[in-house]
């Protein structure tokens, strides 16, 4: 009788098998640093291959290589690569100290690419060019060097950002600690960023505001901000029309168009105007259905989809790789940005907590931005899709933040401890990363862990 009613018990189902297994995985020391290499590397990989999907035929119509183009954005990912090697191994005190000058360096290169526009917008310059410096939109050339500075304005934004949040502490619940320094840089950072680049001025005040909850801000405070921002836009689309930027006096404010044309109808929308690049992407989208008609055989890459390497880069995934494709995409953007929030909720140092906290938002409403132009849900920014759109400015400054992940992952107190307590080789460590500080006792994080109790309370 026994044996026949343990044979009659049912077999426990196949979620609750799993979801054991997954939280074990999950609680290892090491999760969040090996979750941040395999989601960010298979982004990777999926955009060399699809940068490479996009660029082959155009690029061997154009001048006889099919690889001419993949072959740039493997030699920027090389670039990104050792960028992430590099900020991997720098210590969180050395980060803190670098973000001034990054952001100095931005400030400057976009005081300059806008000092150009404006100069040739008014007719002092017949175009853009003073010497070997010259401007394209949001490119800004040295000779044959080129990088966009919007792209490293994110970068110095964080460090800066979270290095001056984390020195102020609990004296950012006033206004005036706020408006000294942060909020006038992000003021000027907005101006000179929105200029030409309305979408990196939307992925800024996402940063921004992802730094700032991190950090316990009061919520009334990100209602000011909110409508500081939505000032701010207004008036950057105004600018458009008088030729502010990429705009032309006189002419259709392209802006304000793409901002409305999404919530128009299809039918009643002007196929040969603003409302093409939508078209092209529902299209692509339309043609893929489930599961894609194949790697490399999409069609409308072939000059009908604009910027098919890069702000519409999704489409080419849609059309040749189906929603499975477009599902394994979001899911790896999903994983990281668990992975990112997860690294700052489980950092003891303010620095790192902040850090990892906005680079994380920075990178999913970028991702979440481009993916909502492509499907017609949100406006058309023009910004990239992170990890897969062409692109080197903005693949190797998006692979330096995740470097900079990895080492906050590698400085959580169950991965430090586990890491000094059995330490990699020595070859290891010189060549790939050195070993994280230890963790302080419980006695000595006490304080500072009370401290960062009563800041979180503020927000009301």
């Known amino acids: 009788m026994a044996e026949d009613r343990i044979q009659q018990e049912p077999r426990p189902s196949l979620s609750r098998q799993l979801l054991p297994a997954v939280h074990g995985m999950l609680a290892r020391p090491l999760s969040s640093y090996y979750l941040l290499l395999a989601s960010s590397g298979l982004l990777l990989l999926i955009g060399l291959t699809m940068v490479f999907s996009a660029t082959s035929v155009k690029a061997y119509a154009e001048n006889g ?3 001419s183009a993949i072959a740039n954005q493997a030699v920027f990912a090389l670039l990104g690569l050792f960028a992430f090697w590099v900020c991997q191994r720098l210590p969180a005190r050395t980060l803190r100290d670098v973000g001034k000058y990054v952001l100095g360096a931005a400030i400057v290169l976009l005081g300059i690419l806008d000092l150009l526009e404006a100069l040739a917008s008014v007719g002092l310059l017949k175009q853009p060019q003073i010497g070997p410096i010259h401007a394209e939109l949001l490119w800004l050339y040295l000779g044959p060097i080129g990088l966009q500075p919007a792209e490293l304005a994110k970068l110095g934004l964080v460090l800066w950002g979270a290095d001056v949040v984390a020195r102020k502490g609990a004296a950012l619940g006033h206004w005036r600690e706020l408006s000294r320094p942060l909020f006038p840089v992000i003021g000027l950072l907005f101006v000179l960023v929105g200029y030409n680049d309305l979408g990196s001025m939307l992925v800024l005040l996402a940063l921004i505001v992802g730094l700032l909850w991190a950090a316990g801000i009061r919520l009334r405070i990100f209602a000011a901000l909110g409508v500081l921002g939505l000032a701010g836009i207004s008036l950057l689309i105004a600018a458009a029309s008088g030729g502010a930027g990429s705009g032309e006096a006189g002419a259709e404010n392209y802006r304000l168009a793409r901002l409305t044309n999404f919530l128009q109808p299809l039918d009643q929308c002007d196929l040969d105007g603003p409302c093409y690049q939508l078209i092209q992407a529902r299209s692509a989208i339309f043609e893929g259905g489930w599961f894609g008609v194949g790697l490399g055989k999409g069609a409308l890459k072939w000059n009908w ?28 953007f999903s994983v990281l940005a668990y992975t990112g929030f997860r690294i700052a909720r489980r950092s003891q140092d303010p620095f790192r907590r902040l850090a990892a906290a906005a680079i994380t938002t920075w990178l999913v409403a970028q991702a979440v931005i481009n993916i909502g132009g492509v499907t017609g849900m949100l406006p058309i920014t023009g910004l990239p899709l992170p990890f897969i759109s062409a692109g080197g400015s903005a693949l190797v400054v998006t692979m330096a933040a995740v470097g900079m992940l990895a080492s906050f992952a590698r400085a959580e107190p169950g991965a430090s401890r586990a890491l000094n307590a059995r330490p990699p080789a020595r070859w290891v460590r010189l060549v790939w990363a050195p070993l994280p500080p230890l963790p302080p006792s419980p006695r000595r994080a006490a304080p500072a862990r009370a401290t960062t109790e009563a800041g979180s309370g503020r927000r009301r």
């Open 65 to 67: 290589n099919a690889f």
């Open 305 to 332: 989809l604009p910027e098919a390497d890069n702000d519409f880069i999704f489409a080419v995934v849609a059309e040749e790789l189906g929603v499975v494709g477009c599902t394994v995409i979001l899911a790896l």
